[in-house]
């Protein structure tokens, strides 16, 4: 069974880069499906923040594309999350999650990680 | 963007009850909606794809329907268990758009 962990710093500073790694355990992301990461503020809903296919091709949501790359590392089974010049409205929980098919659009997000904690503070 | 929105934004209710959550899109995504159930401090659980098929493991007592620009996610009858917050999203195209969720909370 395909488990997700994501890691990273709890605590950044504004205008500072956020970096997050999620670990796929049990599956090679070789093998296929995309692989993103999905955002929850304290209290509020969860929003898409981009996806990655195992061949490198991304797509990212259009409200933090100029600040955002996702990134993978197939040899580690990893990828990752970069977010730059962040602010206190970047503040939420942050979980990597897989697609269900080897599909972005038309699929849905079938495994998710347990989801890391950000704060953007000074 | 497609837009997508939930109605109510809340509910309470009482073991057994039927439950019925609506999820609107701003445009056409056919059937491409799916369904997560969300409980405090826990990440998203997928529920429901693509409309209404149910995911291994899902009681049956959980129910989607509909098409177009109009779904629904029906409890039949309400579990102790279901209280949490749903959320809908749609698959249609990129960005991927969710729901604001509906809570789900006891009478």
């Known amino acids: 069974q395909v488990q997700l962990q994501e890691s990273g710093p709890g605590l950044v500073k504004p205008s500072e880069t956020l970096s997050l790694i999620c670990t796929v355990s049990d599956f090679s992301i070789s093998s296929g499906y995309y692989w993103g990461w999905v955002r929850q503020p304290p209290g509020k809903g969860l929003e898409w923040v981009g996806s990655?296919?195992?061949?490198?091709?991304?797509y990212y949501n259009p409200s933090l594309k100029s600040r955002i790359i996702i990134g993978v590392d197939t040899s580690k089974n990893q990828f990752s999350l970069n977010l730059s010049s962040v602010t206190a409205a970047d503040t939420a929980v942050y979980y990597c999650a897989k697609t269900y098919y080897d599909i972005l659009a038309g699929s849905a997000m079938d495994v998710w990680g347990q989801g890391t904690t950000v704060t953007v503070s000074s | 963007d497609i837009q997508m929105t939930q109605s109510p934004s809340s509910l309470s209710a009482s073991v057994g009850d039927r439950v019925t959550i609506t999820c609107r899109a701003s445009q056409n995504i056919n059937t491409y909606l799916n369904w997560y159930q969300q409980k405090p401090g826990k990440a998203p659980k997928f529920l429901i794809f693509?409309?209404?098929t149910l995911q291994s493991g899902v009681p049956a007592r959980f129910s989607g329907s509909g098409s177009g620009t109009d779904f629904t996610l029906t409890i039949s009858r309400l579990q102790q268990e279901d209280f949490a917050t749903y959320y809908c999203?749609?698959?249609?195209?990129?960005?991927?758009?969710f729901g604001g969720g509906t809570k789900v909370e006891i009478k």
């Open positions: 693509r409309t209404s």
């Open positions: 990655i296919h195992h061949t490198g091709s991304t």
């Open positions: 999203q749609q698959s249609y195209s990129t960005p991927l758009t």
